[in-house]
């Protein structure tokens, strides 16, 4: 491929260095000024290559790549970068706490008003409202800062030193906790009539073949019995609706809401994470956050947050209880998306919400949440097709792989983007917030790059890894160059007027963090592909076996014949040979192709004596 991740993120760090890093000084704020979430993407920019790339660690000074130090060289040298990070860490969770003590996870300057593009019309009880954007990357952020802290601190022997790590590390966990108990109080199970708009809505959706309504919601009701039986036994936080639930002639839907549900209880925990503050938001589910609060989950149950142990007995209990709505949740949407035995409901774009907004956006997010069901389930390459086809449709309506035309609607995709409404939040001021997201193409990459580790052909990885280098060519086009601005941001996100010159958007000259971060996270999942096992066919394996076979009686005939002649030379290349046989029998499983490889360099070199064998018998 083109890109090449680990250099890629080298020059973003670099890029985010140069961009940050004023007169040796770190310095917050982008295209919009500090905010919870912006500054958090700001800091993952380089926190979670650091944790995710075993090549680019920076926690063990004696490990950390000369590439990675001359990156960033603005923050020091090995010995002090780790340093510098610390404090840059400690700063950003002291500047996020609010009056009453508690971790403040407000959406702030990101926060713009529904009708118009006046944000002064944003109260500032507004701009403190807690988002769940906030909650999911605090939870991504405070873990690689933990796991950061606990490797760096064992190279570490000066006290004061120590004690600002004491002093992060506290802070870090308090927010971790405080992330998860809002996860735990935005999440929401919405129920409603089959005869309601969202139930009409929802039996369009999984209709794919013009069925009775009475046999698809039968069929869609057993399909869903399983998560239903699971959300009735949910015992804390937001989303208890059993008895509702229990109505066969309801219909549901489960994910999380935009902020804290209005009315959720509060979260009975030992952690000590300031007053639980009521919420705005309604008790029905976005798409949108639900698929960003899950992406925050996952990072709870990865296997550096067990062998680390980043999670205290309190905050494991509060991840399980987050684990067991991840999984609800995912195979919830995962029925739905693949409901029935034809077209799936995922391949009829755009995907339709509940509240009646359609968005080849929503459509992305979706394919997020099925892959993953896949994922558990270990989808053949058959299903896992249908998902590219829809990415490969996706990228050819976003105007990625397609051109653009004159006043093209599906430019507002990426410019401004996507406006969700965050209904109840008017409730603590005069207008209706929204949430603005222009990720399409970042996210489209991420997914496609996901998918292709999923995938057991070579050839279906590859028609992955194509389109994904295609995606990667656009994105490129986007990003900030050299000649753009006398002190940069170059080689950071996001001008997307370059992408499409004739739209006549406005150009930027500050980086976004929000779309750089997302660049990173796509780069970092596919480093982590590239380096992956490949699935190999049996096909393959079986020849691999015969290959091998064949090698192996071959070398015993020959080792038969040569044990007579007492040649040194001859010994020392039967020596050779039987090394590379075992390998070959070692890596037939994982590596087929290369044992054959192997295989036929010992088969090569045998047939060479026996010709020069017959030669010499024939003189």
């Known amino acids: 491929m083109k890109a090449q991740p680990r250099q890629d993120l080298l020059d973003i760090w670099a890029a985010v260095a140069e961009a940050t890093v004023v007169d040796g000084k770190w310095t917050w704020g982008g295209r919009v000024k500090p905010n919870s979430v912006s500054d958090a993407e700001q800091l993952l920019c380089i926190m979670y290559p650091a944790s995710e790339v075993k090549a680019l660690k920076l926690d063990d000074p004696d490990q950390t790549s000369r590439d990675s130090v001359r990156a960033l060289r603005l923050l020091g040298d090995n010995i002090e970068i780790p340093r510098r990070l610390v404090g840059i860490l400690t700063e950003y969770m002291k500047n996020y706490v609010a009056k009453d003590q508690a971790p403040d996870f407000s959406g702030g300057t990101y926060y713009g008003p529904h ?15 807690p988002i769940v954007e906030s909650f999911s990357v605090s939870l991504t952020l405070t873990l690689a800062t933990l796991g950061f802290v606990r490797i760096f601190r064992t190279r570490v022997s000066r006290p004061e030193v120590l004690e600002e790590i004491a002093t992060l590390e506290a ?14 109080r935005s999440f929401t199970v919405n129920v409603f009539p089959v005869e309601s708009r969202s139930g009409e809505i929802l039996y369009g959706t999984a209709n794919q073949s013009n069925e009775p309504k009475e046999t698809v ?42 902020s804290i549900i ?22 029905r589910p976005s798409l949108y956050f639900t698929v960003n609060a899950l992406a925050g989950i996952l990072d709870l149950t990865t296997e550096r947050t067990r062998v680390l142990r980043l999670l205290n007995e309190e905050q494991q209990r509060l991840a399980q209880a987050l684990q067991l709505r991840y999984d609800l949740t995912r195979q919830y949407w995962a029925t739905l998306a693949t409901f029935g035995n034809g077209q799936w409901p995922l391949e009829d774009m755009p995907w339709r919400t509940s509240d009646a907004e359609e968005s080849d956006y929503f459509t992305l997010l979706m394919t997020s949440l099925v892959s993953e069901d896949l994922d558990r389930s270990r989808a053949t390459d058959t299903e896992l097709s249908k998902i590219l086809a829809v990415l490969v449709e996706l990228a050819g309506r976003g105007r990625i792989t397609r051109r653009s035309i004159e006043r093209d609607p599906a430019i507002e995709l ?21 949430w603005i997201v222009s990720d399409f193409a970042a996210t489209l990459l991420k997914r496609i790059v996901a998918l292709a580790g999923l995938a057991r052909s070579q050839k279906l990885r590859q028609d992955l890894l194509d389109l994904a280098e295609r995606v990667w060519d656009y994105l490129l086009r986007r990003r900030f160059r050299d000649e753009e601005s006398e002190k940069g941001p170059a080689g950071l996100w996001d001008q997307p007027s370059q992408a499409f010159p004739q739209a006549g958007l406005d150009r930027q000259d500050q980086p976004s963090w ?31 076996w015969r290959v091998l076979g064949e090698a192996e009686a071959r070398f015993d005939q020959e080792q038969e014949r040569s044990s007579a002649l007492n040649n040194p030379k001859i010994v020392a290349e039967m020596r050779g040979m039987e090394t590379d046989l075992a390998r070959a029998r070692d890596i037939i499983s994982d590596s087929p192709a290369t044992s054959v490889a192997k295989c036929n360099k010992v088969l090569l070199s045998l047939d060479d004596w026996a010709v020069a064998r017959a030669n010499a018998e024939a003189m």
């Open 115 to 129: 009708d118009g593009p006046d944000v002064d019309k944003v109260s500032p009880d507004q701009r403190a409202l």
């Open 171 to 184: 802070l870090a966990s308090k927010r971790l906790s405080a992330a998860m108990v809002g996860l735990l």
């Open 217 to 258: 919601i039968a069929r869609l009701r057993r399909s869903l019995e399983e998560v239903r039986a699971g959300l009735r036994d949910l015992t804390i936080g937001s989303g208890q609706v059993e008895s509702d639930l229990g109505n066969p002639n309801l219909l549901f839907e489960c994910g999380w809401s935009w």
């Open 262 to 283: 209005r009315g959720a209880p509060e979260i009975e925990t030992t952690e000590e994470i300031g007053p639980q503050n009521d919420g705005v938001a309604p008790g």
């Open 414 to 434: 990426h410019a401004p983007g996507v406006q969700l409404t965050l209904v109840g939040s008017d409730s603590v001021g005069t207008v209706e917030l929204q």
């Open 514 to 544: 929000y779309y750089t971060e997302r660049i990173v996270e796509s780069l970092v999942v596919l480093s982590r592909v590239l380096e992956s096992r490949q699935f190999s066919s049996d096909e393959l394996i079986e020849h691999a």
